[in-house]
Nanobody, 114 residues
């Protein structure tokens, strides 16, 4: 059973930073990719950032240059560093992992006040 537990969300002012963490059960190197999705009220869930087992990364256009995804295979952790936060970044952020199927965590709320 794969478990993903997010942490690090909270309330921050526009222009501020937050770092989200995702603790995964088991060896994250076994996942083809890991990433972060977000869902704002009334909007569809979107993929924010993704990192493959080989270390390649992809970002949504809306966060390029502001967000950075990284992984620590030794600690089975994935991180999302979010800088220059905007009000439109407010959402529930979900950690996801892919290994044949997709797994998600429970989510962590990020609220950016303008």
């Amino acid at each position: 059973q794969v478990q993903l537990v997010e942490s690090g969300g909270g309330l921050v002012q526009a222009g501020g930073s937050l770092r989200l963490s995702c603790a995964a059960s088991g060896n994250i190197f076994s996942f083809n990719s890991m990433g972060w999705e977000r869902q704002a009220p009334g909007k569809q869930r979107e993929l924010v950032a993704r990192i493959t087992s080989g270390g390649s990364t992809n970002y949504a256009d809306s966060v390029k240059g502001r967000f950075s995804i990284s992984r620590d295979n030794g600690k089975n952790m994935v991180y999302l560093q979010m800088n220059s936060l905007k009000a439109e970044d407010t959402a529930v952020y979900y950690c996801r992992a892919t290994r044949g199927v997709v797994y998600w965590g429970q989510g962590t709320q990020v609220t950016v006040s303008s």
